[in-house]
Nanobody, 121 residues
Framework: QVQLVESGGGLVQAGGSLRLSCAAS????????MGWYRQAPGKQRELVAA???????NYADSVKGRFTISRDNGKNTVYLQMNSLKPEDTAVYYC???????????????WGQGTQVTVSS
């Protein structure tokens, strides 16, 4: 069982910055992809940014140029630096990771519990 624990959410004014962190723990052989999703009230969960174990990343068009995803493979941790925040960025942000607990086990996918990000205008 792999657990993901997020931190760093909160309340910030428009134009401000926040940095989210997500640490994976448990039985981990390898983590392939890590990413951040968000879900605003009344909306579907959407991908914000994702990064591979090799460092390749992709972003939702709405956050390109403002958000940066990074990861520390040695710490099994992924980060999301969010700058120039807008009220429309308000949502619960979820961490996601997939990998293997051992070389011969099926691939797993885990989700964090979510962290609230609120941007006031």
């Amino acid at each position: 069982q792999v657990q993901l624990v997020e931190s760093g959410g909160g309340l910030v004014q428009a134009g401000g910055s926040l940095r989210l962190s997500c640490a994976a723990s448990g039985r981990i052989f390898s983590i392939y992809n890590m990413g951040w999703y968000r879900q605003a009230p009344g909306k579907q969960r959407e991908l914000v940014a994702a990064i591979t174990s090799g460092g390749s990343s992709n972003y939702a068009d709405s956050v390109k140029g403002r958000f940066t995803i990074s990861r520390d493979n040695g710490k099994n941790t992924v980060y999301l630096q969010m700058n120039s925040l807008k009220p429309e960025d308000t949502a619960v942000y979820y961490c996601n990771a997939d990998g293997r607990a051992n070389w011969n086990t099926p691939r797993f996918e885990s989700w964090g519990q979510g962290t609230q990000v609120t941007v006031s205008s």
